[in-house]
């Protein structure tokens, strides 16, 4: 069978990470047989801009008429979905379905909503997905959910126990151009050509905004160290990148798997050919670990601080303290990689006093850089469950409605003059100063040249 697979549209241009869960489901259809496009709707839209992209896309399918076409869906962009299966359907008359954490928390209502979608996966799509194009039963598949004669059927979910049994994901369809071009995003403030890989999957914590166990249930599976360690060798030798950043939620979740990691890396002497990036808790840290992780070239890592704020610590059942935190930001300070603080701004009860204290903290701290973002209210969560009013049971998924709810902060009591008059310049002011500081602290002189080089080419050609 000929299958699509289609990424949603984002807007966030920096972020250039793999998209993996789809190239996933490629190399498991075609290791079973099937042809496998992805047309990157990402990629198309970020490089030649909205309009070429929809035009190309519908190309792609008039050309490769594709038996079944597959997209993802996250909430926040939700109304990308919508209307790019309405655009789809206009023209083909084959089977579209959806996967990701959108269907997977709402399900019944997505099936409601965009009826133009013949069925929807909830969880882990490999097995069902494959089963699905195969023609199997649709009781048998795990994770499908459909709608039939107005009834709504739902079947339980699957879960690979064994990630091994999945073939590398299809990175070789995507636009490795696009995605590993040299930037100071991907690691932030460090000037690399960087692949994306995930070595596991799931999450051993229930922080009340996540969803992370929602699509890969409780716990976390790893794949083997020589699993990794193979994948990290091809995608070094085919994309010839000097870093990668890995997506796991918790890089540090398994320690005797991190470490037999850490160790072939440096038996196959990779160290010497990149450096990478992992996100992960801080009560993972010691000094024993850091200096292993260094020692295999890990220069940059993202912690969740999410909050300063003890009790907002508590309120979001992150289970660690601020103390833990700070020490383990030193720890890692002391043997040179470098810390990004990842911060939630909108928590509940939240003042404009807290925030600007949460600025004061960072310039106390031996920090790289940070991300501080709003925080979402995801279908699915707990927070969503309690704070979410049912928006989007109740309310229209059009890009107004989507947008707006994911602008708003729900539950502070900041006041949006205060945000913008107040902590906004002061923030800006902060990373102003410690971008310059730390990318040449992070970038060897002959890199930080090209780099703003390339900066001042870019904006006198925008003029």
């Known amino acids: 069978m000929k299958v699509l697979l289609l990424t949603q549209k984002f807007s966030k241009v920096d972020m250039r990470w793999m998209p993996l869960g789809i190239c996933y489901l490629a190399g498991y259809l075609r290791e079973h047989g099937h042809s496998v496009v992805i047309f990157d709707r990402f990629a198309g839209d970020r490089q030649f801009g909205t309009e070429w992209m929809e035009k190309e896309m519908q190309r792609v399918i008039a050309e490769f008429q594709p038996d079944y076409i597959g997209m993802n869906a996250v909430s926040p962009y939700i109304f990308d979905v919508v209307e790019t299966v309405k655009s789809i359907r206009r023209k083909y008359s084959g089977k579209i379905v959806l996967g990701g954490h959108h269907p997977t928390a709402m399900p019944r209502l997505t099936l409601e909503r965009i009826p133009e979608v013949d069925a929807v996966f909830c969880g882990e799509g490999e097995r069902g997905l494959c ?52 930037n100071a995003w991907v690691i932030r403030e460090f000037y690399l050509s960087v692949g994306t890989m995930m070595i596991s999957r799931g999450c051993k914590n229930r922080c009340s ?22 994948w990290m060798g091809t995608l070094l030798d085919q994309a010839h990148i000097d870093g990668i950043t890995f997506l796991d939620s918790d890089f540090l979740a398994d320690r005797g798997i991190i470490e037999s990691i850490c160790k072939g890396i440096i ?71 470098r810390i990004q603080a990842n911060l939630i701004r909108g928590m509940e009860d939240e003042t404009l006093d807290d925030l600007m204290a949460t600025i004061q903290w960072m310039k106390s701290m031996p920090l790289d850089n940070f991300s501080w973002g709003l925080l979402m209210l995801l279908p699915g969560s707990r927070l969503y469950r309690e704070k979410g ?17 994911y602008r708003m902060d729900h539950l502070s009591k900041t006041e ?17 100063l410690s971008h310059h500081r730390n990318f040449l602290r992070n970038n060897a002189l002959p890199r930080a040249a090209q780099y703003y080089w390339e900066r001042v080419r870019q904006r006198l050609s925008a003029q």
Not at 163 to 179: G, N, Q, S, V
Not at 389 to 405: G, I
Not at 416 to 432: C, G, N, T, V
């Open 131 to 182: 089963m699905f194009v195969e023609g199997r039963d649709y009781q048998e598949i795990p994770g499908l959910a459909w709608m039939e004669d107005g009834i709504f059927y739902q079947n339980p979910t699957d879960q690979i126990v064994n990630l091994d049994e999945l073939p590398m994901p299809a990175t070789d369809l995507l636009d490795l151009d696009f995605y590993t071009f040299r």
């Open 267 to 337: 038996a196959r002497g990779y160290h010497k050919r990149m450096v990478f990036c992992i996100q992960t808790r801080a009560n993972h840290l010691d000094r024993e670990i850091v200096d292993l992780l260094y020692a295999a070239g890990c220069r940059k890592m993202e912690l969740g601080v999410e909050t300063i704020k003890q009790g907002s610590l508590k309120s979001i059942a992150k289970n660690i303290s601020i103390e833990t935190m700070e020490e383990a930001i030193r720890i890692c300070h002391e043997k040179g990689i």
């Open 209 to 230: 905004f996540c969803t992370e166990t929602l699509t890969y249930s409780k716990g976390v599976r790893y794949h083997s160290p020589e699993y990794a360690l193979n």
């Open 389 to 405: 009013k049912r928006f989007f049971e109740e309310s229209a998924w059009s890009e107004e409605n989507v947008r707006a709810y």
């Open 416 to 432: 949006q003059r205060e945000i913008d008059s107040i902590f906004m310049p002061a923030l800006h002011r902060y990373r102003k």
